[in-house]
């Protein structure tokens, strides 16, 4: 066991951060280049980039979001972004294997607050799963891609939890452990190739959707106008 | 469709590179020792044989082809000019690349330009270095400008061709044959095989050789991958050049080394005299029938493996002069480490994508380029398409190319930079343990120190003085060796196993343990090894009176703090009458009585005995 411990939490736990950090450098160049050749190929080349970048940019504001048409999704989707954005990045047990590991260090969260975002994530993840199964679009729309991210993301969540609080583990310490640092490496791994690239590309999907309706000169028009939304992008 | 060959090709070049560059920002970061096996006694190793020795020897196709094409004036290998050229020019960028790598201090590169030492073989070399990729860039900027809007620029360039031509075949001659003088100034290390007066002479007619068999090769891969058909007559006709150039050089060899009455030292059965004939044979003697023979030269396959054996035997060559040729001098072991592969390749596959852009963006073979460009302008046409998980806008094409590539490349760099060793091997010896209880041979390696331990006992009071030393036990144990638990002669180890522990502790449950229930767990709260151990482990020595961290100090350290402060005080003891006793001589000794008595009980192996 030790063996295999010592591994993951080394070169492989390396390499996941890597492959994220590289990945996601990667996707945000190929992104600006593609979106540029696709700028240069359109047939209406007015495309409002700044306003949409701001737009997108908007939507990070939670409560933007929440005027949005289906607010009890979104709150539960608000509950899982919180956790999963601010868990792994101040939790002070991450901190301190960070320093321990490259000695930066920053300040962290207090254990009875990141121990209540992480209940709220796992509820939100929850809740989102629900949501997926209640609604009929959404059901026939997912993919098997939708569902092992919503439960990756719960393993994850929940193995954290039982790590830090041993006492209420049902399962062996190094067990656990292992499955949240698998869980955790998973993510990484994941986060430049799946739908969870979105982590930072979410400031350009506005600027490519927007493109789409350039292709050919006048067809967002005409669809702005059919949505009775004339003279906004689409 | 993009052509499938140059894809995949051209793909697994993007990674070899990702690899580099992994491993090119972990030199940086950490220096040569971490990132090399080279060391003082062998510095040169992979990078200056193959990237600098071996790359200015490649390159020597550019001036033979200027030579034959602009002096002998043989048109018919004109279609050859700027692809050597070309290759010429990266070659040289290779050798800048790879000193980049391999000098100690890079940012002092520029210092032969001002810095004049004019007596150094280094100051030759790293002047025909400069003004010779100055003269290539010069050469290949018509090449570059000729489709450009800068038609000046490209008359005024072409009007200076053929004087930089000269001058360019004039400067080769000279560089190809001051790297052989850098050899001439060490006749100690270089093997006697490949030692010569006449190395600069001999490197200058092996760089011909070479660059005929590089043309050849370059020529015939390209045509493979750009499915285009071989240039067949040009190629044969260069075979024939190259197999009369090779058999000059080896009858140039032979009389040499006749010369030197060194001929028999070739079947001397020594591992150099077989790698020499090894060499030879896949360099020159292979080469030189395969040439001759016409079925050979009709056939490009055939052609193809040949001049890739000569060029693989002329690297080969370089790397023996300037590296292996010197272990039996230094003798010491040299392997280059992956990552010093990972560089040398990774220049190369860096050089082998820049020569296939510019081949696909400017007239290096201006038919070629037309059909690439007929190619490119129907992927353009084709319908774009989105996406499904990051709805990135994504081509045919050149654009899937830019997103395998790109994939590759980070994957490498991924792959490279975990498993990079980030720091320098640490030099350490594992201890020997000491044998006996009368006399104990300490340490190992080429200093021992003969320790009475008996005398010591008696000396120091008895069974009672054991403490005195001894103040660590392993579990259970009493008088534990102290190589036990200090296991490295320079470095620290730690004895403690957490696995263990959880398990004897009691599992999970015992966390609390040593941790108690603060959180974060961090390590300045656990606690102490004493607070366990003080019992089963401990015994109340003068010198180490804690025992509160996991690592134990390296042997050497052990021993000194151990055995100077009783030394020190006892020299100023009267009675004793020692008063040497604190210095290192009086451990740091040979011919001691111990060391008598100790050689009388275990005499030596033999091969210990021959160390120096």
């Not at chain 1, 289906?70 to 792994?88: D, E, I, K, N, Q």
């Not at chain 1, 739908?195 to 669809?223: D, M, N, Q, Y």
């Not at chain 2, 790293?126 to 010069?138: F, G, H, K, N, S």
């Not at chain 2, 002329?314 to 990972?342: C, H, K, M």
Request: with cysteine.
């Amino acid at each position: 066991m030790g063996n295999v411990t010592h591994f993951v939490r080394g070169p492989l736990l390396v390499f996941a951060f890597m492959v994220f950090f590289l990945g996601i450098l990667r996707q945000v160049v190929v992104t600006v280049v593609e979106l540029w050749r696709a700028y240069e190929k359109a047939g209406d080349q007015h495309v409002p980039v700044s306003f949409l970048f701001k737009r997108s940019l908007g939507w990070i504001v939670p409560v933007n979001a929440l005027r949005g048409t289906r607010t009890f999704y979104t709150f539960a989707s608000l509950l899982f972004h919180a956790g999963m954005l601010l868990v792994p990045l101040f939790l002070a047990g991450h901190v301190e294997l960070i320093r321990k590991g490259i000695g930066l260090s920053w300040p962290t969260l207090p254990p009875g607050f990141s121990d209540g975002l992480t209940l709220a994530a796992l509820l939100g993840l929850a809740a989102l799963a629900f949501l997926r199964l209640a609604d009929r679009a959404s059901r026939t729309l997912g993919t098997f891609q939708d569902w092992f991210l919503l439960a990756l993301c719960f393993i994850a969540f929940l193995s954290g939890y039982w790590v830090a609080h041993p006492a209420s583990n049902p399962l062996p310490f190094t067990v656990i452990y292992l499955v949240h640092l698998l869980g955790a490496e998973l993510i990484l791994l994941l986060v430049p190739f799946t739908k969870l690239a979105h982590a930072a590309l979410f400031p350009f999907t506005r600027i490519s959707w927007e493109l789409g309706w350039h292709f050919v000169p006048g067809a967002g028009a005409k669809v702005r106008a059919s949505l009775g939304k004339a003279g906004e992008p689409v | 469709m993009e052509n499938r060959r140059i894809f995949v090709f051209k793909g697994i070049l993007w990674f070899i590179c990702g690899l580099a560059a992994a491993v090119a920002i972990l030199r940086y970061a950490f220096g040569l020792g971490a990132a090399t096996a080279l060391s003082d006694t062998t510095p040169w190793g992979l990078w200056v044989g193959f990237d600098v020795m071996g790359g200015v020897a490649l390159a020597a196709g550019g001036f033979v082809i200027a030579a034959i094409v602009h002096i002998f004036q043989k048109e018919r290998y004109h279609a050859a000019a700027r692809p050597a050229i070309l290759t010429a020019f990266l070659g040289y960028g290779a050798v800048a690349v790879g000193l980049l790598f391999d000098l100690g201090l890079p940012w002092h590169i520029w210092h032969p330009i001002i810095f004049w030492n004019i007596h150094s073989a280094l100051f030759e070399v790293a002047w025909c270095v400069m003004l010779y990729l100055t003269v290539l860039a010069l050469e290949l900027a018509p090449t570059i400008l000729e489709r450009t809007p800068f038609q000046r620029a490209y008359r005024f360039f072409s009007r200076l061709a053929l004087p930089i031509m000269i001058l360019g075949i004039m400067l080769s001659t000279l560089h190809q044959s001051s790297l052989g003088s850098l050899l001439l100034i060490m006749p100690f290390r270089v093997y006697p095989l490949w030692y010569s007066h006449l190395l600069p002479e001999l490197f200058f007619v092996s760089a011909i050789c070479l660059g005929l068999s590089m043309v050849m090769f370059e020529s015939s891969i390209t045509s493979w991958l750009y499915r285009r058909k071989p240039e067949l007559d040009m190629l044969s006709g260069l075979a024939k050049i190259a197999a009369w150039a090779l058999s000059f050089y080896l009858a140039f060899k032979l009389v040499d080394l006749f010369a030197q009455h060194k001929l028999g030292l070739m079947f001397a059965g020594t591992w150099e005299s077989k790698l020499f004939l090894f060499e030879m044979l896949i360099s020159t003697v292979l080469p030189i029938i395969l040439y001759s023979l016409p079925a050979v030269r009709r056939s490009p396959t055939a052609l193809w493996l040949t001049s890739l054996t000569s060029v693989l035997g002329f690297v080969l060559n370089r790397i023996d002069a300037s590296g292996i040729s010197q272990v039996w001098a230094t003798r010491s072991f040299y392997f280059p480490a992956w990552t010093e592969f990972a560089i040398s390749l990774g220049i190369v596959s860096a050089c082998g994508l820049v020569f296939f852009f510019i081949q696909e963006h400017f007239p290096v073979d201006p038919h070629e380029l037309e059909t690439i460009e007929r190619e490119r302008a129907t992927v353009e046409k084709s319908t774009p398409r989105f996406a499904p998980f990051t709805q990135v806008w994504l081509g045919e094409g050149w654009r899937k190319s830019l997103r395998v590539y790109s994939l590759l490349f980070v994957l490498a760099m991924a792959v490279g930079l975990t498993l990079a060793p980030k720091s320098e091997p640490a030099v350490d010896r594992p201890i020997q343990r000491a044998r006996g209880a009368d006399i104990l041979r300490v340490g190992d390696g080429p200093r021992y120190v003969y320790f009475d331990h008996k005398r010591h006992q008696d000396d120091n009071g008895g069974k009672q003085s054991c403490v005195l030393c001894h103040h660590l036990h392993m579990a259970g144990d009493v008088g534990t060796p102290c190589s036990e638990c200090h296991r490295g002669l320079y470095t620290p180890t730690n004895i403690f196993s957490h696995d263990r522990h959880v398990a004897r502790l009691g599992g999970d449950a015992s966390c609390v343990k040593c941790h108690g229930k603060r959180r974060p767990v961090d390590l300045a709260a656990v606690k102490k090894c004493s607070g366990c151990h003080e019992k089963d482990m401990m015994t109340k020595n003068p010198v180490v009176k804690v025992f509160d961290v996991r690592t134990a100090c390296s042997y050497k350290d052990a021993m000194h703090k151990m055995c100077i402060p009783c030394h020190a005080k006892k020299a100023s003891d009267p009675k004793l009458n020692k008063p040497n006793l604190g210095r290192c001589g009086a451990c740091h000794n040979s011919g001691t009585e111990s060391e008598k008595i100790y050689l009388a009980a275990f005499p030596p192996q033999p091969e210990e005995a021959a160390r120096p």
